[in-house]
T-cell receptor, first 115, second 115 residues
Framework: QKEVEQNSGPLSVPEGAIASLNCTYS??????FFWYRQYSGKSPELIMF????GDKEDGRFTAQLNKASQYVSLLIRVSQPSDSATYLC???????????????FGQGTRLTINP | IAGITQAPTSQILAAGRRMTLRCTQD?????MYWYRQDLGLGLRLIHY???????GKGEVPDGYSVSRANTDDFPLTLASAVPSQTSVYFC??????????????FGPGTRLTVL
């Protein structure tokens, strides 16, 4: 079992609908969770992070965390063609050396928003 | 413009050759990281450093070495390149504020092909 798992997709969603991206993780000691967006040929960029159970909203994006079930999700409301990208889930394990943050990434979900 | 630069942008390398990928950040971040990204496997941590003079191994350190002589630079060296090291390499950095959810900023990446 991979430490962080995502459905690789592709996930196809019509424009204006809600896109739902899911991620599960295996290390119960994980402390914080990140969603990165990566456009084709570009570097990852942070969209949201979450560390407490429940929902966290930022504009059209909502991150949801359920530590008991060990999953984290990202909802994109009113999806737009510009949201088409690969979304990477990352989990922060406890750093061995203070100050460094060892992220473990899932394989990413490719999302396509259809006009 | 503040950020992370990587060099070269891309490189084709003969197997057995030595290669150093360069990474420089001007954000004065204490922590720096090297990842490789392969199709279907997501981003995997190679090495990291929490501060100048200190480095640590990530998930896939074999065949790679790093050094951190100062805050800004974090070169990655392949002592004797092999075809399985063909990948896209991303350098990243993050600041340390005592929390477990500091954003990692990524460089533009280096596409390396080993023949």
């Amino acid at each position: 079992q991979k430490e962080v798992e995502q459905n690789s997709g592709p996930l196809s969603v019509p424009e204006g609908a809600i896109a739902s991206l899911n991620c599960t993780y295996s290390d119960r000691g994980s402390q914080s969770f990140f969603w990165y967006r990566q456009y084709s040929g570009k570097s990852p960029e942070l969209i949201m992070f979450i560390y407490s159970n429940g929902d966290k909203e930022d504009g059209r994006f909502t991150a949801q965390l359920n530590k008991a079930s060990q999953y984290v999700s990202l909802l994109i409301r009113v999806s737009q063609p510009s949201d088409s990208a690969t979304y990477l889930c990352a989990v922060n394990r406890r750093a061995i050396i203070q100050g460094a943050q060892k992220l473990v990434f899932g394989q990413g979900t490719r999302l396509t928003i259809n006009p | 413009i503040a950020g992370i630069t990587q060099a070269p942008t891309s490189q084709i390398l003969a197997a057995g050759r030595r290669m150093t990928l360069r990474c420089t950040q001007d954000m004065r971040h204490n922590a720096m990281y090297w990842y490789r990204q392969d199709l279907g496997l997501g981003l995997r941590l190679i090495h990291y450093s929490n501060t100048a003079g200190t480095t640590g191994k990530g998930e896939v350190p074999d065949g790679y070495s790093v050094s951190r002589a100062n805050t800004d630079d974090f070169p990655l060296t392949l002592a004797s390149a092999v075809p399985s090291q063909t990948s896209v390499y991303f350098c990243a950095s993050s600041d340390f504020s005592g929390s477990s959810y500091n954003e990692q900023f990524f460089g533009p990446g280096t596409r390396l092909t080993v023949l």
